[in-house]
T-cell receptor
Framework: KQEVTQIPAALSVPEGENLVLNCSFT??????LQWFRQDPGKGLTSLLL?????REQTSGRLNASLDKSSGRSTLYIAASQPGDSATYLCAVNDGSNFGNEKLTFGTGTRLTIIP | DAGITQSPRHKVTETGTPVTLRCHQTENHRYMYWYRQDPGHGLRLIHY???????DKGEVSDGYSVSRSKTEDFLLTLESATSSQTSVYFCAINGQATTNEKLFFGSGTQLSVL
C-alpha cells in the first residue's frame, strides 16, 4: 500500500527566504504527483502536477521536482511572502490510467511565513 | 475557481440520524469524488463517480452511500451517523479520463456527530 510522508509537519520561515518542502512515497510506480495548498477552513487548491515522465514543473515562484526512483518530491518556493502561509499537501496517483480515484495524500506541512 | 458548491457548510447531528451532504458543480465535469479529512490521516477517498449513476467505493466507504442522478450533483449519505464520522468532508471534481487532470475541491462541510 502506498504511503506518503511529509516532514516536517510545520515550518516557520522569515519573509523573503527561499524554502523547500518535502514529500516522500514508498511505491515508485506512480502516474503523477500533485502539490496542493490548503488555507484554514478552505478546500484544497492544486498548485502543480508532475507527470511520471517529468522531472519538474514550474509555476511562478513555485517549482516542484520529482525523483521517482528515490520516491521523493520537493516543492521549492522562492522569495517567500506572508500570503504563502498555508498547509501544503502532496498526493501521489499510482492506481489507474483514468481519473484520480487512486490518489494517496500526505498529511501536509503547515507553513508560516514570518513578516 | 471551479464552480463547486457544498451544502451545508456546517452540520451538527446526533448519533443514529441520517445525514445527506450535497455537492453541486457547474463545470459539467465527469468525475466527482467525496473525501474526508481527519487529523493525522490526510484526505481519504470515500466514494467516487465516473458518470451519471456510475459510482464506486473508495478506501473508507463503510457507513456511507452515494448517488448521482445528474451530472452536476453528487450526494453523500450517512445512513445512521456515528461519532467516528465526525470529520470535514470535501467534494472534488476533474473532467478528463486521464490521470493528468488536476483536481478541484469544494470548500468542505464540517460535520459533527454527537
Amino acid at each position: 500500500k502506498q504511503e506518503v510522508t511529509q516532514i516536517p509537519a510545520a515550518l516557520s520561515v522569515p519573509e523573503g527566504e527561499n524554502l523547500v518542502l518535502n514529500c516522500s512515497f514508498t511505491d515508485s510506480a506512480i502516474y503523477n504527483l500533485q502539490w496542493f495548498r490548503q488555507d484554514p477552513g478552505k478546500g484544497l487548491t492544486s498548485l502543480l502536477l508532475i507527470q511520471s515522465s517529468q522531472r519538474e514543473q514550474t509555476s511562478g515562484r513555485l517549482n516542484a521536482s520529482l525523483d521517482k526512483s528515490s520516491g521523493r518530491s520537493t516543492l521549492y518556493i522562492a522569495a517567500s511572502q506572508p500570503g504563502d502561509s498555508a498547509t501544503y499537501l502532496c498526493a501521489v496517483n499510482d492506481g489507474s490510467n483514468f481519473g484520480n480515484e487512486k490518489l494517496t495524500f500526505g498529511t501536509g506541512t503547515r507553513l508560516t511565513i514570518i513578516p | 475557481d471551479a464552480g463547486i458548491t457544498q451544502s451545508p457548510r456546517h452540520k451538527v447531528t446526533e448519533t443514529g440520524t441520517p445525514v445527506t451532504l450535497r455537492c453541486h458543480q457547474t463545470e459539467n465535469h465527469r468525475y466527482m469524488y467525496w473525501y474526508r479529512q481527519d487529523p493525522g490521516h490526510g484526505l481519504r477517498l470515500i466514494h467516487y463517480s465516473y458518470g451519471v449513476k456510475d459510482t464506486d467505493k473508495g478506501e473508507v466507504s463503510d457507513g456511507y452511500s452515494v448517488s448521482r442522478s445528474k451530472t452536476e450533483d453528487f450526494l453523500l449519505t450517512l445512513e445512521s451517523a456515528t461519532s467516528s464520522q465526525t470529520s470535514v468532508y470535501f467534494c472534488a471534481i476533474n473532467g478528463q479520463a486521464t490521470t493528468n487532470e488536476k483536481l478541484f475541491f469544494g470548500s468542505g462541510t464540517q460535520l459533527s456527530v454527537l
